[in-house]
């Protein structure tokens, strides 16, 4: 089945503890994103990467690390995690092009 | 800044009435205009998209309308059912859609329909 795996899917940790949620896809897609969800901002770009070892900024990229090391995965990475980073993040791939997204099942993160 | 205004933020039907959803861009190099749907619990998938060369598309009981001189476009659900309260968001991209790039949500419109 195609789809795209976050983990974990739910999260509480404390201000400064490091943490990283993982995407997997497994359509061999080369374009895959993290956005956030926040009620009445819709959803926001945090980094996209458009092939391995390509990453670049969305639009509210502060506080977050990404790597593409291979194809298939592309981790979220918090360093230093804040309050304000309490969000619902989605991971998404895409074949070509980023209109006609598939979106992972979301990883709900509280910081306390 | 918001490239993508959505409209309302939320809309309440009655079954068999049509939901209307509206969004305004104001970058004028966007041109492939996807919507999707959202259910509780799950990620968005899409819905239905439209380039700015037709002005209007439609797919069953969805139909986008696009003006592009107002720079607007809308979903219309005719027949609405329970089973499309969802989550709705409208986005915008460049380059018809083949950008790998950024891809701009609207703030998302909350549809529930009652039975």
């Known amino acids: 089945e195609a789809q795209v795996t976050q983990n974990p899917r739910y999260l509480i940790t404390v201000t400064g503890k490091k943490l990283t949620v993982t995407c997997s896809q497994n359509?061999?897609?080369?374009?895959m994103s993290w956005y956030r969800q926040d009620p009445g901002l819709g959803l926001r770009q945090i980094y996209y990467?458009?092939?391995?070892?390509?990453?670049d900024k969305g639009d509210v990229p502060e506080g977050y690390k990404v790597s593409r090391k291979e194809k298939r995965n592309f981790p979220l990475i918090l360093e230093s995690p804040s309050p304000n980073q309490t969000s619902l993040y989605f991971c998404?791939?895409?074949?070509?092009?980023?209109?006609?997204?598939?979106f992972g099942e979301g990883s709900r993160l509280t910081v306390l | 800044q918001q490239q993508v205004k959505q409209s309302p933020q939320s809309l309440i039907v009655q079954k068999g009435g049509i939901s209307i959803i509206n969004c305004a861009y104001e970058?004028?190099?966007?041109?492939?205009f996807p919507w999707y749907q959202q259910f509780p619990g799950k990620g968005p998938a899409l819905l239905i998209a439209?380039?700015?060369?037709?002005s209007e598309k439609k797919e069953g009981r969805f139909t986008i309308s696009f003006n592009k001189s107002a720079k607007q476009f809308s979903l219309h659900i005719m027949d609405s059912q329970p089973g499309d309260s969802a989550t709705y968001f409208c986005?915008?991209?460049?380059?018809?859609?083949?950008?790998?790039?950024?891809?701009?949500f609207g703030q998302g419109t909350i549809l529930t329909v009652h039975p």
């Open positions: 998404a791939s895409a074949l070509q092009g980023a209109g006609e997204l598939f």
């Open positions: 359509m061999n897609h080369e374009y």
């Open positions: 439209i380039r700015p060369d037709v």
């Open positions: 990467s458009m092939n391995v070892e390509v990453t």
């Open positions: 970058n004028t190099a966007f041109d492939y």
């Open positions: 986005a915008a991209t460049p380059d018809g859609g083949t950008s790998y790039g950024k891809l701009t």
